[in-house]
Each structure stands twice: as C-alpha cells, then as structure tokens.
C-alpha cells in the first residue's frame, strides 16, 4: 500500500504538507511529492481538495514465499537484554523448528556497542543475531529503530517478527507492520504454526475470501492467538495475505529455554541507513522514575491487595507483608482505579502478566481479567472473605477468613520460623 499523487490533478495549494505530520511531503516546484517518511496515514487525502491523492497498491499480491526464517526484536536497555527478549527466542525456537528444519530464529539486537548480547542470545537458542548498531541508537526512539527494523525487513525478508508487549515493544511493532503494510496482533498469549493453517481456516471459516489463497503454497501460517472482549474469549488471528506476520507477546508468557554456555551462532551485521534528520525528538534526558523500580515481571513471590483490603492503608500491609517473605507488591484493578496505588503494580489484562513462584491473592475477586494476568504462577494463594470467591478456583491453597486476621498471622508465624 502506497499514497501516490495525481499529477494531473495537484495544484501545488501545499495543503498536504500542512496535514502530514510525518514531513513526508515536499514540493517540486508546484508538484506535491511523496518521500520515504510516508506512513500512509491518510491525513493529506482527507485534506486534499482536489482528490489529488490517493492510496494504491492494496491488491497487490505479494509473493509469500519470499519471506524466511522467525525474527525476535531481542529489546535492550543500557546494554542488557530484557526478559521478554529470551523468553521469545525461545518461543520463536520452537516456532521455527515446526516450519521447517531450514527455518532459523534470528535475534535482531538494535542499539549501539551491544555487540557483546550476541552471545546471551545464542545462548538461549538464536541461532542467528542481525546485529544494527549506531550512536544515533544508543536510546530507543520510534524514529530510528522503526527506520532500521523496516530497512532491515526489506533486505532479509523475515517470515515473522515477534516483539515483547513492553513501552517499547508495544510502540515499535504498529509503526513497522504500517510501513510493511502488514498485520500485527498485539498481546498475543498462544502461537502456533501449522504449515495447513490456510487451508484450515478456509474450511473452519466461511467468512474468509479464500480466493486469493493458493493451497499449495508451501508458506507457513501462524495462528495468534490473544484475549478479546475483555478476556472473555479467546481469539485466534492469522495474517494470509501479507508479510512479515507480526506479533507481540507479554512479558512472562513464554518459556526460556535452558541456557547453553558457550553455544555459538550466525552473526550479521547490518549497517543502518539513519541519520539525525530522520529522528523528530531529542533525549535531553533520561529519568528513571521511582516506578519502575517495581519489577513484577522478574520477581520471584508477589503480594497482591485487591478492593477488599477496603483502603489505601491496606497497602501498608500488603507492603509488609511483601516485605517478610521477600516479595514485591502488586495489586488488582479495583485497588488502582480507587487511587489507593499506582497502576505500575497491576496485574492482570491490562497491567503486567507475571509468573512468579508464589502469587499471594489478598482481598481479590478473581475476575477474568486479574487472572489472565497470574494465573499461570508455579503457586496461588488466595485470601479471601468470600468462600464462593472465584479465585478459589485457580488457587492451590485457599485462606477463608479476614485478610486483616490472616496476614499477620502469617507474618508472625514467619517471624517465629525465623527465630
Ligand atoms: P472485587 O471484585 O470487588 O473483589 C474484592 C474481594 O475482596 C471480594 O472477593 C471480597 O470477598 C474480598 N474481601 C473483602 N473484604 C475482605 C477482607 N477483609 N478480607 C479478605 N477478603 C476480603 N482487573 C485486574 O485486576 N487487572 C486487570 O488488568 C484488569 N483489566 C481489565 C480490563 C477490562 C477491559 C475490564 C472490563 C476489566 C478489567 N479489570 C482488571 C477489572 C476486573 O474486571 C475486576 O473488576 C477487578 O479485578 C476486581 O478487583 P478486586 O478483585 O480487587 O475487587
């Protein structure tokens, strides 16, 4: 898909480059043109007068079998590789090997002097890391990264990109799927690959125009899968008639896969077309701010207050009780919409997926949407007024009775382990 101007019909008013906010237009002489920053936003056709441009391309087929191997945005901040990023590689490992003996996982690691990850990477099974560096990479910025992942995308052709559901993932994928004119599902909980997934779904689905789908093309499909309507079914997504697929996935979703010390891999490294003109903002400073000094995804017991802890001071006690046992505080909805704590320590759909050892439920519900958030924990344990509570039902072990009764109790049984 493209945004093309009809020379015949343009009559230089510049309307159009006032409506771009990507300066994706300039003029020559009284001809608007078209540059490479197009994300074909649509906002110069609606502003055009004279219907003097328009979008082309969408019928375009494109040739499918073109696309190879299973690319994962390996994210890194300051030198260090997120979670996610491991947790997809070994997910894309998985994916890959199931397409065809021949389809690699590839670690795409952006940044600048982030050579040495390369290592980490193959150690948790990439077998392939496209290395991007330049200073202009050094921080993430939608601009760049978006530019060189495109760039990148063009060159290789990867089959399908998956990104971490973090800030960063969740701003890049949508930018680079519009600039491939691809899909993307977001906050994916389940991938699958099936090489028939096609002809499957044309089967299944009646509503999909199988028309354009050759069942003999031996290009793989992937299924997406992700909550909808607010966690009460489950959707799954495919992408037929474009590449790259694109997907993003939650942080704690996946599992690793065990780490070989020493495994080596494939190393690319391409040299990124960027430069300063490219990028609209400017760091002028980064501030850690005192949130996201509250790691959910990474720890390992979590302490969670919910609307039954009744106010805000109910967080003191969450907090020590956090405190006693080595955990971090998280909460649900219902606590971070009354204002009692920040939205940085939800979880659940629309906070953080977390998979620790031991996930303590205090004074929570269980609704859908907190348990598609935790409920893949190694342990659950709720403490709950309510014995018909539906957080009982994920539960390993259940605690009937008056969470103000219950926590200290188990902190002084702790205190007295201790002694
Ligand atoms: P409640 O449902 O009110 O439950 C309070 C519980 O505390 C009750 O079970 C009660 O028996 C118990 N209780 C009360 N007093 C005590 C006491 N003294 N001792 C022990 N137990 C006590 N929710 C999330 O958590 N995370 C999300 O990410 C999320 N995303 C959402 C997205 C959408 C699109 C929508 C529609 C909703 C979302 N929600 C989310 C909200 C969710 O539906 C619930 O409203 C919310 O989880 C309820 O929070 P709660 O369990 O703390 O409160």
Redesign the pocket.
């Known amino acids: 898909m493209a945004i093309q101007v009809i020379k015949d019909k343009c009559k230089g008013c510049k309307l159009c480059l006032k409506a771009c906010p990507f300066d994706a237009i300039e003029m020559d002489g009284k001809l608007a043109v078209i540059n490479e920053k197009c994300t074909a936003c649509n906002q110069c056709i609606d502003a055009c007068p004279f219907k003097a441009i328009e979008k082309t391309g969408d019928d375009e087929a494109v040739d499918l079998s073109a696309y190879k191997n299973v690319w994962v945005f390996a994210e890194q901040r300051n030198g260090k590789l997120m979670n996610v990023a491991l947790e997809l590689i070994g997910e894309g490992y998985r994916l890959a090997k199931e397409i065809s003996a021949d389809t690699k996982i590839c670690a795409v690691l952006i940044g600048d002097n982030i050579g040495h990850l390369a290592d980490e990477c193959y150690a948790y099974g990439a077998e392939e890391v496209i290395l991007i560096e330049d200073p202009l990479l050094k921080n993430y910025t939608t601009d760049a990264y978006t530019k060189v992942l495109v760039d990148a995308c063009h060159e290789y052709k990867p089959e399908l990109v998956i990104y971490g559901a973090t800030h960063i993932g969740r701003d890049l994928a949508p930018r680079v799927a519009a600039r491939m004119n691809t899909g993307l599902t977001a906050d994916c909980t389940r991938l699958d690959i099936k090489v028939s997934s096609y002809i499957e779904y044309a089967d299944k689905n009646t509503t999909l125009d199988t028309s354009t789908l050759d069942p003999k093309d031996p290009s793989t499909g992937i299924k997406q899968t992700r909550p909808a309507f607010?966690?009460n079914l489950m959707a799954t997504i495919i992408c037929p008639k474009t590449r790259p697929q694109m997907s993003t996935v939650r942080p704690g979703v996946m599992q690793k896969r065990d780490k070989v010390e020493g495994a080596k891999g494939e190393l690319t490294v391409y040299k990124p077309q960027i430069a300063e003109s490219d990028i609209h903002v400017k760091i002028v400073d980064i501030v850690k701010s005192a949130k996201e000094l509250v790691s959910l995804t990474d720890a390992e017991i979590i302490c969670s207050?919910?609307?039954?802890?009744?106010d805000p001071s109910g967080f003191e006690l969450i907090k020590k009780f956090a405190d006693k046992v080595g955990g971090v505080v998280g909460?649900?909805?219902?606590?971070?919409?009354a204002g009692w704590i920040d939205h940085s320590h939800?979880?659940?759909?629309?906070?953080t997926t977390v998979k620790p050892k031991i996930y303590f439920?205090?004074?929570?519900?269980?609704?859908?949407?907190?348990l598609?958030?935790m409920q893949t924990s190694d342990i659950i344990v709720a403490?709950?007024?309510?014995p018909d509570?539906?957080?009982f039902e994920v539960a390993d072990f259940g605690i009937v009775?008056?969470?103000?009764?219950?926590i200290p109790q188990i902190i002084e049984e702790w205190d007295n382990a201790e002694e």
């Open positions: 607010g966690g207050g919910g609307r039954g802890l009744g909460s649900s909805r219902a606590a971070v919409d939800q979880v659940g759909q629309t906070g439920a205090c004074g929570i519900s269980g609704a859908i949407q907190h598609a958030g403490i709950n007024k309510d509570a539906p957080i009775g008056d969470l103000y009764k219950v």
